[in-house]
């Protein structure tokens, strides 16, 4: 089984910064792909940005240039760091973990961006 807890998020005006946090418990692959998805209101969930045991990294074209992924295989942690934010960058934010063939999600966090 595994667990994933998210922290971070919150309300934030545009052009300012946030980070989101999530580790994962139980039992972890060696190999493995974390990544940030979310989902706007009315709008289908969609890939932020992953990152793999090894450090591959794939960022949607939306947050290029403003977000980062990163992770600390020791700590089985993601984080994202999240720089000049826009109002549509307002969703639920949820973690995943990717492994043996299974998914696990976080309970999400929500990310407003007030213009």
């Known amino acids: 089984q595994v667990q994933l807890t998210q922290s971070g998020g919150g309300l934030v005006q545009a052009g300012g910064s946030l980070r989101l946090s999530c580790a994962a418990s139980?039992?972890?692959?060696?190999?493995?792909?974390m990544g940030w998805y979310r989902q706007a209101p009315g709008k289908q969930r969609e890939l932020v940005a992953s990152?793999?045991?090894?450090?591959?990294?794939n960022y949607a074209e939306s947050v290029k240039g403003r977000f980062t992924i990163s992770r600390s295989n020791a700590e089985n942690t993601v984080y994202l760091q999240m720089n000049s934010l826009k109002p549509e960058d307002t969703a639920v934010y949820y973690c995943?973990?990717?492994?043996?063939?299974?998914?696990?999600w976080g309970q999400g966090t929500q990310v407003t961006v007030s213009s």
């Open positions: 139980g039992t972890i692959s060696d190999i493995n792909v």
């Open positions: 995943k973990l990717a492994q043996l063939g299974l998914n696990s």
């Open positions: 990152i793999s045991t090894g450090r591959t990294t």
